[in-house]
Structures are given as structure tokens and as C-alpha cells.
């Protein structure tokens, strides 16, 4: 299975991007779907995660301007951002794992700046 993010780009402060994330197989039995950042010179970091069950888990520094949503088998995952600020800038990835494997999209670039 392979996961392509899209929809990223670059935006004003205060915008907003919705990123999906595409699957070219099936995905079966995930126990959660996420999505995580790396910004120039940090760690790679969660950003919100969903799980089977439908539990969400958000960062501090964006709780309230992003959600996750799940999509459909094509498009198994989805993150709407709004309010976007600077230190959002960042390479977002799509993560989704099940008990045996663990998948990674290669990231798309989102930029906030004026």
C-alpha cells in the first residue's frame, strides 16, 4: 500500500488547506489513521490522530483549528486546517498502522507566510 498526501501549498496567515491523503490498495483492520509534521530542523511530530474507534488525539498548539477526519477506502484520511499561523509551516505526512505494518506517505509542504 502506498500513501500519497495532497493539498498542501502555500497560504496566508489566517487561511486555510485541507489535506488528503490517497491509498493505492486496501487497508484492512487499521488501528489508527494520523497525521504528523516536520519543520526545518525538528523532530518529525504528531499532529492528530484518529483511531478505529473514532478516538482523536490533537497537539496542544492546534487543537481547535485542525481536524481529522476519515474518508473513504480511496481517501482513507483527511485533515481540514484553519487558522493557519507561521509555525505550521512544515512537511506533512499521512501515517496509518495495524497490528504487523505501518504506513507512510512521502509528505507534501505547507507553507504559511504573508
Known amino acids: 500500500v502506498q500513501l500519497v498526501e495532497s493539498g498542501g501549498g502555500l497560504v496566508q496567515p489566517g487561511g486555510s488547506l485541507r489535506l488528503s491523503c490517497a491509498a493505492s490498495?486496501?487497508?484492512?483492520?487499521?488501528?489508527?489513521m494520523g497525521w504528523y509534521r516536520q519543520a526545518p530542523g525538528k523532530q518529525r511530530e504528531l499532529v492528530a490522530r484518529i483511531t478505529s474507534g473514532d478516538w482523536t488525539v490533537y497537539a496542544d498548539s492546534v487543537k481547535g483549528r485542525f481536524t481529522i477526519a476519515r474518508g473513504n477506502a480511496e481517501n482513507p484520511v483527511y485533515l481540514q486546517m484553519n487558522s493557519l499561523k507561521p509555525e505550521d509551516t512544515a512537511v506533512y505526512f499521512c501515517?496509518?498502522?495495524?497490528?504487523?505494518?505501518?504506513?507512510w506517505g512521502q509528505g507534501t509542504q505547507v507553507t504559511v507566510s504573508s
Open positions: 501515517n496509518i498502522w495495524g497490528t504487523g505494518w505501518d504506513y
Open positions: 490498495g486496501s487497508i484492512f483492520s487499521f488501528n489508527a
